[in-house]
């Protein structure tokens, strides 16, 4: 997902401030270590997992059968520089008028259209290694109210499937569509084991679109599995993201933020059990924020987004070594979550 790479950037800029508190300065209950630990479990769910690894690889190469094309089609691009304020300015100023206008983004934003053309529903669709693209196979057991892609293993060199071809399971892509949403149900298997299992909708209103995605990802062996709610919504005043995502290990992870006319602004929290780390942001001209643990401030920030300063509980200046040593926790969650977000959100490409 766009949108998450243009935040991401923001938190990842305050980021180093997320554990400028040495530990004796913070609530006894937050354990950053642990807690660093805990959420390098929940990652490796998506790092050592083939089966996703290949999802999120393969999902740009998946056919493009886009029954909400137009939808698309009527969005500008969101700026790429989230500290760029012109360019949201301008981007906030085509979304008013791209909702303005009689037609709106779409002519009937209740209408339920088919996802799949009608010559592809209960297809397999498999890799031709003479084209280098997905073609429709004779294989049988696709659901009859979607399609059935193979997934293979990668070639990490050309990002395509190894010659000669390792199968490693499918996705099952189904049209759970209602009179309210687009809505695309995603089944991952690796061979016969279910790893991920969620829904992907798009709903239009005369206001906004949100594109959504609710389900899980297990590891293969399934010792691990996150949970997660992904919203992206976009409107006249800009775009909004709120992704929540926990893990049975009990870590959950959580972003909200809104890119706006005047800048962004970003919520990140780790937390487990009544433990929580948060890092706030607000960029525009300048950059302010808070961290937080367990709701009481320990580090402040503030100045030039390109070269902020952190500033440590009661005034303490931070030093190079300690702001380079914390970066690790929020960066391993942005990382993880853009990842997420990207392969989550792949297969969605086929039809929206």
Do not use: H
Request: some cysteine.
């Amino acid at each position: 997902m766009s949108v998450m790479k243009r935040l991401f950037p923001v938190a990842a800029l305050a980021a180093s401030a997320i554990l400028v508190a040495c530990e004796e300065d913070a609530p006894t209950a937050v354990n950053p270590a642990q807690m660093s630990t805990e959420l390098s479990s929940v990652i490796a769910t998506f790092e050592n997992n083939a089966a996703f690894q290949s999802l999120s690889q393969l999902s740009s190469r998946f056919p493009n059968y886009a029954a909400v094309a137009l939808l698309r089609s009527r969005l500008p691009d969101i700026p790429s520089r989230p500290e760029d304020v012109a360019a949201l300015r301008s981007y906030a100023a085509e979304m008013a008028a791209r909702f303005s206008r009689p037609e709106g983004i779409l002519a009937s934003p209740g209408d339920v259209q088919a996802l799949f053309p009608a010559d592809v529903l209960g297809k397999t669709l498999v890799w031709d290694v003479n084209t280098d693209q997905y073609v429709v196979g004779n294989l049988s057991g696709a659901p009859a109210n979607g399609i059935r892609i193979l997934i293979y293993t990668i070639d990490p060199a050309s990002g395509q499937p190894f010659e000669p071809l390792q199968q490693l399971g499918y996705v099952n892509l189904t049209d759970e569509s209602t009179a309210q949403a687009d809505r695309l149900g995603v089944e991952l298997k690796l061979g016969t084991t279910t790893i991920a299992d969620y829904t992907v909708s798009a709903t239009v209103t005369t206001t906004s679109i949100q594109l959504g995605a609710v389900g899980f990802v297990r590891s293969a062996d399934g010792t691990r599995q996150v949970n997660f709610n992904l919203t992206t919504t976009v409107s006249a005043n800009g775009v909004a993201v709120n992704y929540q995502v926990t893990g049975n290990n009990g870590v959950s992870v959580s972003v909200t933020g809104n890119l706006t006319q005047t800048g962004s602004q970003v919520t990140f929290t780790v937390s487990r059990g009544g433990a929580s780390i948060e890092l706030a942001v607000n960029m525009g001209a300048t950059i302010t924020g808070t961290v937080k643990f367990n709701g009481v401030t320990v580090a402040t920030i503030s100045g030039d987004p390109g070269n902020p300063t952190f500033t440590g509980a009661g005034g303490r200046a931070l030093t190079q070594e300690e702001v380079q040593s914390l970066l690790a926790i929020f960066e391993a969650a942005g990382s993880f979550l853009e990842e997420l977000s990207d392969g989550v959100f792949g297969p969605a490409a086929v039809v929206f």
